[in-house]
């Protein structure tokens, strides 16, 4: 296990430095997973993702962004990874998003099953988008749109879920 395994896996630094939040691995009814390409960062895709606000429920949280980010609540959870998965997000990122309050994030991953429609997905629902663009791609690939300082996160995620679409690895 490489150091940034350990770091993601198994953290060892202070949580109050990581914003808590929810990532969502959602899953269309043909196994492939929703990304989508960050407006402030064009060619930079990612799997939605938000903030879990003060008291709030990790379902209640998962739900609420996933339709501040995609315009749809259309889904039922299929699983949860147990643990928090941790990751450090370049600095200059810090500064510009948290003013130095957190280092990186502390993630609860969810893996939903859409029940939706492709036409239920409207990334301008909300006055203030996170993507332009999305696609529905295998989750084995992952890896191949995800920034350098999640691909940890990714990696765990793939393991994880593997199991949605037929390919159980290790145990959620």
Not at 28 to 38: A, C, I, L, S, T
Not at 123 to 141: I, K
């Amino acid at each position: 296990m490489t150091h940034t395994d350990k770091m993601v896996l198994t953290p060892t630094h202070d949580e109050a430095y990581y914003r808590p939040g929810v990532g969502i691995t959602l899953f269309n009814k043909q196994g492939m997973v929703f990304v989508g390409e960050r407006l402030d960062n064009l060619g930079a895709w990612q799997l939605p993702q938000g903030g879990i606000d003060d008291g709030e429920d990790i379902e209640l949280a998962v739900f609420r962004e996933m339709e501040e980010e995609i315009g749809t609540r259309n889904a039922k959870i299929l699983g949860m990874i147990e643990d928090w998965i941790y990751y450090d997000i370049p600095p200059a990122t810090a500064r510009k998003l948290w003013d130095n309050k957190y280092r990186g994030q502390r993630q609860k991953w969810i893996a939903l099953a859409f029940l939706g429609d492709d036409s239920d997905i409207k990334l301008d629902a909300f006055s203030h988008p996170e993507f332009g663009r999305w696609q529905w791609v295998p989750l084995h690939e992952l890896l191949t749109y995800a920034v350098p300082f999640k691909r940890d996160v990714y990696q765990r995620v793939m393991e994880s879920f593997a199991c949605y679409v037929g390919h159980c690895t290790q145990e959620k």
